[in-house]
């Protein structure tokens, strides 16, 4: 029999934040899963196997596309007729339903974190602080632009007041805990700059309306030293522009077209944990052997989760900001992006506002309409993602930046697959056993050990 306890007062000791940062002193990386089930049993039994693997892990609510969009009446039906949901649906669950879900599985030593996908998730925060859950993500900008036709003007009045929302999280004496999504604009095809300006300008968001716990993304790309350079940029700026809050950063494996191969699936997954490794980052969102073609199972996300944490317990010594050239271009690129937003208007929801309005931030081959659109990127003959024209962003001083380059359509879908071909076509070599071959290495990384 599970003990009952409130879900208010449950939550009320669990910190997402401070477990993040507990396990990156001892040693650990935390890995997590995104995943999300529809009916709770299964829900249930996912956070159960995530709390249970082999690693540090975190786990994941992953909320289904209805409730991402408010169509309650979508899943209202789907509920009733028994359909099956892509993720689970925490508004219309009743709240003792979900507090089952949690009994016994949320606590100090795994924390659960919601992921959801709105524009206007205010009903979605205020039904998470019900059943006792304060850690969540998303921005203004990253859950709005890539997501469908909502004007970024009312995404960031939706996000101010979601903010109000979960920070009344203290009131029941949890610290909440935002993570921005901004480091992963469009999944692939953003230059790394752009995704740094863009994940801290959300945290400097979330601040301004009072969250204290905050985490910002980076999607690992398409180069490896790239990456590290973009991560190192991002922390040297989290810590000149965010002093006075708790941050950590979490990477999220490749967000694009994935490989199609056990092979190099895994053999990204593990680049994805040596970038977080070697950049000093403390948190991993993993990515399956089934991306590519359906939604994993709860086994095959605990490969996964296991996998992560072995390549990371061997990867290489952190690098810390000082490894790097203090004025790459990445940091060149990411700061005058930055420094340019701010500098439009005190209050940096109307900041947002102004720079997608005048061009001054620009994510290239997003069709929203608040996005100007003039932008491309390309992959060059390194592997490199480079410019192939900034548009109106305030970026042409900058060394090596001012040349324009077209990108035809053959060599934009080329792009797309990228990652994918280069990963298979190396599994071909490097992986020709069983995929559950890649498992021989010591799994277990506890920070209590």
């Known amino acids: 029999m599970v003990q009952r306890q409130s879900p208010r007062a449950l939550g009320a000791s669990v910190d997402f934040g401070r477990f993040v940062r507990r396990a990156h002193q001892a040693g650990a990386l935390v890995v997590q899963p995104r995943m999300g089930f529809g009916a709770p049993a299964q829900m249930r039994s996912g956070l159960a196997a995530t709390k249970n693997a082999r690693a540090t892990t975190a786990g994941t609510i992953t909320l289904d596309s209805y409730t991402r969009v408010g169509d309650l009446r979508a899943v209202d039906a789907a509920l009733r ?25 949320l606590g100090d030593d795994f924390p659960v974190q919601v992921r959801h996908g709105s524009a206007n998730p205010v009903d979605i925060f205020r039904a998470l602080l019900r059943v006792g859950l304060t850690a969540t993500e998303g921005g203004p900008v990253s859950y709005c632009l890539p997501y469908g036709r909502t004007p970024l003007e009312e995404s960031v009045r939706n996000w101010e007041r979601s903010c109000e929302i979960i920070c009344q999280a203290r009131d029941s004496g949890a610290e909440p805990h935002l993570e921005t999504f901004g480091g992963c604009m469009l999944g692939q095809l953003c230059p790394p700059g752009q995704l740094v300006a863009i994940s801290l300008l959300e945290a400097l968001f979330f601040r301004r309306h009072g969250v204290r716990s905050l985490s910002l993304s980076y999607a690992q790309q398409t ?98 900001a000082g490894d790097s050239d203090e004025d790459s271009q990445i940091h060149a690129e990411a700061r005058t992006l930055v420094e340019a937003v701010l500098n439009l208007d005190e209050d940096i929801g109307k900041a947002l506002l102004i720079a997608f309005r005048r061009g001054y931030l620009d994510i290239p081959y997003c069709v929203h309409p608040d996005n100007k659109g003039r932008t491309r990127s390309y992959i060059d003959h390194h592997g490199r993602l480079a410019w192939g024209s900034v548009g109106l962003l305030p970026l042409k001083k900058i060394s090596g930046i001012g040349h324009s380059r077209s990108v035809s359509s053959s060599e934009l879908l080329g792009s797309l697959s990228f990652v994918r071909r280069k990963f298979d076509d190396e599994a071909l070599d490097r992986f020709s056993e069983p995929a559950h071959s890649l498992l021989r290495f010591p799994r277990v990384i506890d920070p209590e050990s």
Not at 262 to 291: C, D, H, M
């Open 81 to 105: 007729e028994g359909a099956d949901l892509n993720g689970y649906p925490i508004v219309s669950h009743p709240e003792a339903v979900t507090a089952q879900v949690l009994a016994g599985i």
């Open 223 to 320: 180069h490896a030293a790239q990456d590290r350079e973009a991560v190192l940029a991002l922390r040297r700026l989290c810590s000149e522009f965010l002093p006075d809050t708790q941050w950590h950063v979490v990477i999220y494996t490749y967000m694009g077209v994935y490989p199609t191969s056990p092979g190099g699936a895994y053999r990204l997954l593990g680049q994805a944990a040596e970038l977080a490794v070697a950049t000093g980052s403390e948190r991993l969102i993993v990515k399956t052997e089934a991306e590519a073609s359906r939604i994993p199972t709860i086994a095959e996300n605990v490969t996964a989760l296991e996998y992560a944490a072995g390549a990371a317990k061997r990867a290489r010594p952190v690098l810390t």
